[in-house]
């Protein structure tokens, strides 16, 4: 991971929420906040909440008595979350580093992340300050992407991207966000943090959309990928974006699109 790849700042985060979100995270967040709410906690602690997309659904499920304290490394996009979340007394929203938490030990019985941590620079640090803070027995659970070629939108923008850019291509999509992907490595990076019971389940969603241009503008849009686009060429995101957008197209129609999004599931305990 670059260190550019950390950067949601300026018209990022709105567009991430408004595009990104119902196109991939979604269902997947639903799916996190079911098993989360299976588990009961009183205490939890999301780790890159981002614009609040697994906080929003997470935290209706919980008891009128819990408390949730809702994190990120970037303030912009922690700002964008608080903004769109309606008024609860229950959650606390704070700047955190998830290689340095703030909080005592044993604080939460619950620690989750919705697709951030391909974006940790030391993964097993922030592995082991989950440990850290939770409470002996209680839960770690976070998904990750799996491999860009499992996940036919973001692997058809950054195929086109290629075309438009091929001695450059931005690699962004497939380094960063799907760059997490090996079960055997999240298992032994889990392992070294100190957890030693986990499991892994690999789930895949359908994403959709009502035109080819929505996830083209998401992915070139929303994401860091527009730094990488901008950098190698100032006036051509747009140009990108229809590029993509017509890559899209020529898979999955014209119309009404639908494609398969998939990603790891992991639940280990303290």
């Known amino acids: 991971m670059l260190e550019t790849d950390k950067i949601f700042a300026g018209s990022i985060p709105e567009n991430y929420d408004r595009y990104m979100v119902p196109l991939i995270f979604e269902p997947f967040a639903a799916d996190l906040a079911r098993r989360a709410a299976v588990l009961s906690p009183?205490?939890?602690?999301?780790?890159?909440?981002?614009?609040?997309?697994?906080?929003?659904?997470?935290?209706?499920?919980?008891?009128?008595?819990?408390s949730y304290t809702a994190t990120d490394l970037s303030q912009p996009m922690l700002?964008?979350?608080?903004?769109?979340?309606?008024?609860?007394?229950?959650?606390?929203?704070?700047?955190?580093?998830?290689?340095?938490?703030?909080?005592?030990?044993a604080a939460f019985d619950l620690v989750c992340c919705q697709f951030g941590a391909m974006f940790f620079p030391d993964r097993v640090t922030a592995?082991?300050?989950?440990?850290?803070?939770?409470?002996?027995?209680?839960?770690?659970?976070?998904?990750v992407w799996d491999r860009i070629e499992e996940n036919d939108f973001a692997n058809d923008v950054t195929n086109a991207l290629a075309e438009m850019f091929p001695d450059d291509p931005p690699r962004?999509?497939?380094?960063?966000?799907?760059?997490?992907?090996?079960?055997?490595?999240?298992?032994?990076?889990?392992?070294?943090?100190?957890?030693?019971?986990?499991?892994?389940?690999?789930?895949t969603e359908q994403s959709?959309?009502?035109?080819?241009?929505?996830?083209?503008?998401?992915?070139c849009q929303g994401t860091v990928l527009r730094n990488e686009i901008e950098a190698r060429d100032a006036g051509k995101l747009q140009a990108a974006t229809d590029h993509a957008t017509s890559a899209i197209a020529g898979?999955?129609?014209?119309?009404?699109?639908?494609?398969?999004?998939?990603?790891?599931?992991?639940?280990?305990?303290?």
């Open 127 to 143: 592995y082991r300050e989950a440990r850290r803070v939770l409470k002996p027995g209680g839960h770690f659970l976070f998904n």
């Open 79 to 105: 700002d964008y979350a608080a903004s769109q979340q309606a008024s609860d007394r229950r959650i606390e929203w704070c700047q955190a580093d998830a290689l340095a938490l703030q909080f005592e030990n």
């Open 208 to 219: 959709r959309a009502p035109s080819p241009r929505l996830p083209a503008v998401a992915y």
């Open 251 to 270: 898979r999955h129609g014209s119309g009404a699109v639908a494609a398969r999004i998939q990603a790891h599931v992991i639940m280990a305990v303290a």
């Open 42 to 66: 009183n205490a939890v602690l999301e780790i890159a909440a981002g614009t609040g997309a697994l906080t929003r659904v997470l935290v209706p499920k919980l008891s009128s008595g819990a």
């Open 172 to 203: 962004f999509l497939a380094r960063t966000p799907h760059g997490y992907h090996d079960k055997a490595v999240i298992r032994r990076d889990l392992e070294s943090a100190g957890f030693q019971s986990l499991a892994i389940e690999t789930t």
